[in-house]
């Protein structure tokens, strides 16, 4: 296939209300043109001055996803991960943090030869150089570019006069941009209204962008007559204002914009004439699995220190209905507070008696571990399939210690400096870290698995790659103990001084690990550890609950896998 001369750009922008989804039409639209054969990859900008998320709190940005090479990036990175299927990296995810502390370094070296340093030229050419970034090499035919924030916000601003200027400079052929925006449904009056479109285009052409594609957001379906209105208001054809109207499920939207010709006016515009038929039939398989299971439901408690705010486990939620798909079943979320068990004097067993597995999710700091120590230990003894990431492994490791090895001040030493039966310690290499952003251990790191245990089972394979983000190890000094008292250490790093997995050898399912599965489960590939503990949930949820609960000292065995 003929490939273009250039990279072709694609900026994504949003406006009338945040959350609109624009990172899942931007990896939607990605997912289609490469269906079509084209080389593809996407990229976010930030308008924050951070310089990267790691050291917000979840409840200010959601999960912070990490790389492959170890960036803390925006959570966006992992919807183009998850429906590209394809990695991204530190220059995947820009904020203006980044830009101004370039520009600001460029200015302390004597770079701008003593000139005043100003947004523009300065910041908007550093801005310009980082677009132009990803597309060199000759390695991608379409480079799409999501612009976080809403129209109208003064941070972004920089952000948008880069993209016109790029723009005239590129020509409209290798450069446009797609805009969403929200078409409201009034119930009182059963009405769609285009209003808040309209003013919201109005202010994109304030700063000099005029629109080449709309996609508007809505409850309802859009009719012609909303599409033909809209158009003649914002100066575009009918067949340029796509409908994305709510549906089932986040991965029905490429479908959605497929049967609205996204991918066919952007192909059009950006005079792309080579490219096959799209092939999604994976993709359809998926979605039908996902609405229409077979094999009945599933309930997972997710135990977590920010439950109100799910965008905190996104990538935890999403290899769940990853995982469900391939069990055939559906995934039911019960979002379960760490506190809870601490509030209610520590027993824990109201809020599990209707669940098939526990997850006790990642997370910082010392509020709700007792509670999460709590729930693990009434899955341990009830024998209910368990899955710690992380913190959650970090925690299961205290309560075995406690109540399996009689360590009774068993702690870590991220919650209690003074401990005295530290069974998780700083890692060696940050106990003179001082500064807390980008430096943890980040990004992908080897695992070597024991054969016969369940993670071998699950992954089928000795050596694994998977990626961290944490600063806390399981200590040496007390793994004899644990092991004399039936823990596998079932997986390491190859020189065998980090535990990285745990599991128990007469549990139907309890396993913790220190990196984050989640973080590589995609629609193509769901995670192994994540399929192997839906389908002990599955297997505990379809005939052997009862048996568990009556007595978890009967000589149980253990579900099938897959």
Wanted: hydrophobic share 35%.
């Amino acid at each position: 296939m003929a490939r273009p001369k250039n990279v072709k750009h694609i900026f994504v922008t949003g406006g009338v209300v945040s959350s609109l989804g624009k990172g899942i039409l931007s990896a939607s639209l990605g997912l289609l043109l490469k269906s079509r054969g084209l080389r593809v990859a996407i990229q976010k900008y930030d308008p924050y001055i951070n310089v990267d998320p790691g050291t917000m709190s979840p409840y200010q940005h959601g999960e912070v996803y990490v790389t492959d090479d170890g960036a803390e990036t925006d959570l966006d990175l992992g919807h183009y991960e998850r429906f590209l299927d394809e990695p991204t990296s530190q220059a995947s995810n820009l904020t203006m943090g980044r830009v101004y502390k370039t520009v600001i370094d460029r200015e302390r070296q004597g770079d701008y030869l003593g000139g005043t340093v100003q947004v523009v030229p300065h910041v908007i050419d550093a801005i310009k150089e980082k677009m132009n970034e990803q597309g060199k090499g000759g390695t991608l035919d379409v480079l799409i570019t999501e612009i976080g924030g809403t129209i109208g916000d003064i941070e972004s601003l920089p952000f948008l006069e880069a993209m016109r200027q790029m723009k005239l400079e590129l020509g409209p052929k290798n450069l446009l941009n797609i805009h969403l925006t929200l078409v409201p449904y009034i119930k009182a009056a059963c009405e769609l209204k285009t209003k808040p479109t309209q003013h919201s285009v109005k202010m994109l052409l304030e700063t000099g962008i005029q629109p080449d594609i709309l996609v508007c957001r809505s409850e309802k379906p859009l009719s012609r007559e909303i599409k033909n209105k809209v158009g003649h208001f914002c100066n575009l054809h009918e067949s340029d204002v796509i409908g994305l109207n709510d549906c089932d499920t986040i991965y029905d939207v490429p479908l959605m914009l497929l049967n609205e010709q996204l991918d066919i006016r952007v192909l059009k515009k950006l005079s792309i004439k080579k490219y096959s038929a799209p092939e999604l039939s994976y993709w359809r398989d998926f979605c039908n699995k996902v609405k229409h299971p077979k094999d009945g439901e599933v309930t997972i408690a997710i135990c977590g220190k920010y439950t109100e705010y799910p965008d905190a486990y996104k990538s935890i939620l999403e290899a769940l209905v990853h995982t469900g798909a391939v069990n055939n079943v559906k995934v039911n979320i019960k979002l379960v507070r760490s506190e809870d068990a601490e509030e209610n004097g520590g027993k824990s067993g109201k809020f599990l008696k209707d669940v098939d597995g526990l997850l006790v999710a990642p997370g910082f700091g010392d509020r709700g571990i007792e509670g999460k120590i709590s729930f693990i230990r009434h899955a341990r003894e009830n024998n209910i399939p368990f899955l710690g990431i992380c913190l959650g492994m970090q925690c299961a490791s205290i309560e075995f210690a406690r109540n399996v090895c009689g360590l009774a001040e068993a702690n870590s030493t991220e919650f209690n400096k003074r401990c005295r039966q530290p069974v998780i310690d700083l890692m060696e290499n940050q106990k003179k870290v001082k500064e807390k952003g980008g430096t943890m251990r980040l990004g992908s790191y080897p695992c070597i698995l024991k054969e016969k245990t369940k993670v071998h089972q699950a992954y089928d394979k000795f050596l694994i790659n998977e990626r961290h983000r944490h600063r806390y190890e399981f200590n040496n000094d007390y793994r004899e103990l644990f092991e004399n008292n039936g823990m596998l250490f079932s997986g390491t790093s190859p020189n065998s001084e980090l535990v990285e997995i745990i599991e128990l050898k007469d549990h139907r399912w309890f396993v913790g690990v220190q990196f984050h599965p989640e973080l590589k489960s995609r629609v193509r590939s769901p995670h192994p550890l994540f399929k192997g503990f839906v389908a002990a949930a599955k297997a505990y949820a379809h005939g052997e609950r009862q048996l568990s609960l009556e007595s978890v000292t009967l000589p149980l065995e253990e579900p099938e896998e897959g």
